[in-house]
């Protein structure tokens, strides 16, 4: 037995000192005992929100495959918070482009 096993699901053990996320658990691949990297692909459509600013930059990005509608959940959704014009918090979530004020972001 492994030494700070936690459980993927019901049968699967993996070892570390924390938890998994769910996103680590979806993109893990028990075949290679890797985790798959996904990157943004140019094929997918991108929405920007503005919420309140008048200088350009956005409040809120959405990243989906093309042809998803906005109240589809599955979009990669990036909240981003601003001091004196400039970044300084990124936050992701996941959810629909719909629902990008009320979406969890870490």
């Given at each position: 037995?492994?030494?700070?096993?936690?459980?993927?699901?019901?049968?699967?053990?993996?070892?570390?000192?924390?938890?998994?996320?769910?996103?680590?658990?979806?993109?893990?691949?028990?075949?290679?005992?890797?985790?798959?990297?996904?990157?943004?692909?140019s094929?997918m459509?991108?929405?920007?929100?503005?919420?309140?600013?008048?200088?350009g930059?956005?409040?809120?990005?959405?990243?989906?495959?093309?042809?998803?509608?906005?109240?589809?959940?599955?979009?990669?959704?990036?909240?981003?918070?601003?001091?004196?014009?400039?970044?300084?918090?990124?936050?992701?979530?996941?959810?629909?482009?719909?629902?990008?004020?009320?979406?969890?972001?870490?």
């Amino acid at each position: 037995m492994m030494a700070n096993a936690q459980y993927i699901n019901d049968t699967e053990k993996v070892s570390g000192a924390t938890k998994a996320s769910d996103v680590e658990n979806k993109t893990y691949d028990k075949d290679l005992w890797a985790a798959r990297i996904t990157e943004i692909p140019s094929n997918m459509q991108m929405r920007a929100d503005y919420t309140g600013r008048s200088d350009g930059q956005p409040v809120y990005l959405g990243f989906a495959p093309r042809g998803l509608a906005a109240s589809s959940d599955g979009w990669l959704l990036h909240k981003f918070t601003y001091v004196s014009n400039s970044v300084t918090l990124r936050q992701i979530g996941y959810d629909s482009w719909d629902n990008i004020t009320t979406a969890s972001y870490a």
